[in-house]
């Protein structure tokens, strides 16, 4: 997933469409606010403002302009009219539209069993250290097929650390829910909804950048040929114009949707949740009692990427 942002020269401003409904008008001489950032409350306090009132404003400081509704966002992602830029399942993916080889799977299944096993017996354990760092690296070590091999040397798959990430957000968001991991436990099906889940709502990469290859009409302008354009999928992701209770996690809900990957064949997004899967199963069947550890409270960080740092467990209960 392409996360670097270098500056540009500001490009010629858009098109100005008329505001929607709930959008203010920029007062002369007031700052236009830019990527947010700060803590929790503070980074998304800024999505949100960046959604209702400046849904399309230029951000000097990464030169680009920033996106922040869903379907702008969505828009971006998927619309040939952008180019520059890739996610593991985009249309790019072709080349390597292959399934995962079943050598892979059996390797990352053992790997989360035998890393689960490993700290089973603790009175402590960093998840985050200890194995969601360890998890993803399992896949490396197939490379006895072709189709391992190969898949191993594209790009999508050597991603490790956002899946290392994405992997933090998704166990904190099951850890913080007690009701929803043990609905997990007695129903495994339900584990690629609660993936997707927080892959919306606490995604590992919360910016790419895109490039627009012609004029593009969006909620809040029109973007000229050449635009560079940096698409917040952290703001996306919590727009309550696409998700109910957007800032609540749940598994189950109606509406589901995520934009960290893309909805191709590519085998990275099918490794990705199938790390999720098989890490989860062998956490619950090796710690059934698994809990927070007393007095933590995970915290995550970044601007760019973001995840947990920290994942303090009682792996005993």
Same mark, same amino acid.
């Given at each position: 997933?392409?996360?670097?942002?270098?500056?540009?020269?500001?490009?010629?401003?858009?098109? #100005?469409?008329?505001p !929607?409904?709930?959008?203010?008008?920029h007062?002369?001489? !007031?700052?236009?606010? *830019?990527?947010?950032?700060?803590?929790?409350?503070?980074?998304?306090? *800024?999505? #949100?403002?960046?959604?209702?009132?400046?849904?399309?404003?230029?951000?000097?400081?990464?030169?680009?302009?920033?996106? !922040?509704?869903?379907?702008?966002?969505?828009?971006?992602?998927?619309?040939?009219?952008?180019?520059?830029?890739?996610?593991?399942?985009?249309?790019?993916?072709?080349?390597?539209l292959?399934?995962?080889?079943?050598?892979?799977?059996?390797?990352?299944?053992?790997?989360?069993?035998?890393?689960?096993?490993?700290?089973?017996?603790?009175e402590?354990?960093?998840?985050?250290?200890?194995?969601?760092?360890? /998890?993803?690296?399992?896949?490396?070590?197939?490379?006895? !097929?072709?189709?391992? %091999?190969?898949? /191993?040397?594209?790009?999508?798959?050597?991603?490790?650390?956002?899946?290392?990430?994405?992997?933090?957000?998704?166990?904190?968001?099951? /850890?913080?829910?007690?009701?929803?991991?043990?609905?997990? #436990?007695?129903?495994?099906?339900?584990?690629?909804?609660?993936?997707?889940?927080?892959? %919306?709502r @606490?995604?590992?990469v919360?910016?790419?950048?895109?490039r627009?290859?012609?004029?593009?009409?969006?909620?809040?302008g029109?973007?000229?040929?050449?635009?560079?354009?940096?698409?917040?999928?952290?703001a996306?992701? %919590?727009?309550?114009?696409?998700f109910?209770?957007?800032?609540?996690?749940?598994?189950?809900?109606?509406?589901?949707?995520?934009?960290?990957?893309?909805?191709?064949?590519?085998?990275?997004?099918?490794?990705?949740?199938?790390?999720?899967?098989?890490?989860? %199963?062998?956490?619950?069947?090796?710690?059934?009692?698994? #809990?927070?550890? @007393?007095?933590?409270?995970?915290?995550?960080?970044? /601007?760019?990427?973001?995840?947990?740092?920290?994942?303090?467990?009682?792996?005993?209960?």
């Open positions: 997933m392409h996360a670097d942002i270098r500056p540009v020269p500001e490009p010629t401003p858009p098109t #100005r469409s008329a !929607s409904a709930g959008s203010a008008s007062r002369p001489g !007031s700052p236009l606010p *830019g990527l947010p950032t700060g803590d929790e409350h503070e980074l998304y306090e *800024g999505y #949100r403002r960046l959604r209702e009132e400046y849904p399309l404003t230029y951000d000097a400081s990464v030169g680009a302009w920033l996106l !922040s509704r869903y379907r702008d966002v969505a828009t971006a992602l998927t619309d040939l009219r952008f180019t520059h830029g890739h996610r593991p399942g985009d249309v790019g993916c072709a080349a390597h292959a399934p995962v080889p079943h050598a892979m799977r059996e390797t990352v299944q053992r790997t989360a069993y035998v890393l689960a096993r490993r700290i089973a017996g603790r402590q354990a960093d998840l985050v250290e200890e194995y969601c760092r360890w /998890l993803p690296s399992g896949a490396v070590g197939v490379r006895g !097929s072709t189709t391992g %091999r190969a898949l /191993l040397a594209g790009r999508c798959v050597s991603q490790i650390s956002v899946r290392e990430k994405a992997l933090a957000s998704f166990f904190a968001n099951l /850890l913080d829910h007690p009701v929803r991991l043990a609905t997990l #436990r007695t129903d495994p099906r339900l584990i690629a909804r609660a993936w997707t889940e927080s892959l %919306r @606490d995604p590992p919360l910016v790419v950048i895109r627009t290859a012609a004029e593009v009409a969006l909620s809040g029109t973007l000229p040929a050449g635009a560079a354009v940096a698409c917040l999928i952290g996306a992701g %919590r727009d309550p114009e696409r109910r209770d957007p800032h609540h996690f749940d598994p189950l809900r109606s509406d589901p949707g995520q934009l960290t990957y893309g909805l191709g064949g590519c085998p990275a997004v099918e490794l990705a949740a199938m790390e999720a899967e098989y890490g989860l %199963r062998a956490l619950i069947e090796a710690m059934p009692r698994l #809990r927070w550890a @007393d007095g933590f409270r995970p915290v995550a960080s970044g /601007l760019i990427t973001r995840s947990p740092k920290a994942l303090l467990v009682r792996p005993r209960g």
